[in-house]
Nanobody, 124 residues
């Protein structure tokens, strides 16, 4: 069984940037990998996803501000977050699942494996 480990969370002021990383130990060419986030009192929501061939999906709320990328050789997933605002404050989770072209990526039930999460806090 593989393991997903996130890093890179922290606190930032509005307008700033943060970079999240996920190391996918034990995973080999997992079809779809993505980032989800969950704010207190809210449901977990999909942020972005990328499949093994490079198909990328973004939530409307982060388009133009966040960039997802993966390095299959290094088994890492990265989320570059720019122009942060207070609504981006949440626990961010890395996830992996057998989704071809990441179809259905915004349904968390389609992802079988999850990391422990890393906290992102944006102050205004």
């Amino acid at each position: 069984q593989g393991q997903l480990v996130e890093s890179g969370g922290g606190s930032e002021q509005a307008g700033g940037s943060l970079r999240l990383s996920c190391t996918a130990a034990g995973y080999y060419r997992t079809l779809c990998m993505g980032w989800f986030r969950q704010a207190p009192g809210q449901e977990r929501e999909g942020v972005a996803a990328v499949d093994v061939e490079g198909t990328i999906r973004y939530a409307d709320s982060v388009k133009g501000r966040f960039t997802i990328s993966r390095d299959n050789a290094k088994r890492t997933l990265t989320l570059e977050m720019n122009d942060l605002n207070s609504e981006d404050t949440a626990m961010y989770y890395c996830a992996a699942g057998p989704l071809k072209r990441c179809n259905g990526w915004q349904n968390q039930n389609n992802f079988a494996s999850w990391g422990q999460g890393t906290q992102v806090t944006v102050s205004s």
